[in-house]
Nanobody
């Protein structure tokens, strides 16, 4: 399984970005897809997850109401729409996948994308 993330960049506070992560080498529809992030000097943290069925959706409290995760199984792609960005959202964002069921723990994900940098300036 290969995950390719893209869409990061630099924006001012209040701006928006959309991240994409395209999977190959797997039956995409059978995988829960998640986004994590890691700020400099901090541990990797959960951001959002979309279950394999596309119904179950969960967010970290810090991004609720501002970020939206979605998936397009016809394109083997998961998205993270990030609005109202804050400087504290600055981090490297990673997509990750695991079979069937969602999890909030990075340790339980089997496959990871390469990460894409998001920088939000005040």
């Amino acid at each position: 399984v290969h995950l390719q993330a893209s869409g990061g960049g630099s924006v001012q506070a209040g701006g928006s970005l959309r991240l994409s992560c395209t999977a190959s080498g797997c039956s995409f529809g059978t995988y829960a897809m998640a986004w994590f992030r890691q700020a400099l000097g901090k541990e990797r943290e959960f951001v959002a997850v979309k279950g394999s069925g596309g119904v179950s959706t969960y967010y970290a409290d810090s991004v609720k109401g501002r970020f939206t995760i979605s998936r397009d199984n016809t394109k083997n792609t998961v998205y993270l729409q990030m609005n109202s960005l804050k400087p504290e959202d600055t981090a490297v964002y990673y997509c990750a996948s695991r079979k069937w069921y969602h999890s909030y723990s990075a340790d339980e994900y089997d496959y990871w994308g390469q990460g894409t940098q998001v920088t939000v300036s005040s």
